[in-house]
């Protein structure tokens, strides 16, 4: 896998349809492109909440330029909750008080609650 222009700070949360998982490292994020997302179109948020996309090729990761702004808190919950790949005992998690919690925060927390595989 390729990084062009600048390589996201992982862990990435991967965006695959209405898949997510997290990746920790770039050969755990080849390993989910090529096993479990085939063929999807794949997004990555990264540690500094900026997107990112797989080329078509599948094998160049690039910063987006069609979402250069980054993710509200709430959409972002709201990603991880509504994922389909969500084990029935996996819990949500709580959207009260996202203004209390920084991001850094937010997003380690939602890290911790997604599948790597």
């Known amino acids: 896998m390729r990084f062009a222009i ?3 700070r992982f862990p990435v949360i991967v965006v695959g349809g209405d898949l997510v998982f997290a ?3 770039p050969p755990n ?3 989910l ?12 948020l990264d540690q500094t909440w900026e997107w990112f996309e797989l080329a078509a090729d599948d094998d160049l990761v690039l910063p987006s330029f069609l979402n250069r702004l980054p993710p509200t808190k709430r959409a ?3 990603l991880v909750n509504g994922r389909s790949n969500r084990t029935p005992d996996a819990p949500d998690y709580q959207l009260r008080s996202l203004s209390n919690h920084t991001r850094e925060d937010i997003f380690a927390e939602l890290i ?4 790597t595989r």
Do not use: D, Q, Y
Not at 33 to 44: C, D, H, S
């Open 33 to 44: 492109v090529r096993r479990t997302l085939a063929g999807a179109e794949i997004k990555l």
């Open 112 to 115: 911790a609650l997604l599948p």
């Open 23 to 25: 990746a920790a490292s």
């Open 29 to 31: 994020l080849e390993g």
């Open 76 to 78: 972002v919950v709201a």
């Open 6 to 8: 600048r390589t996201p």
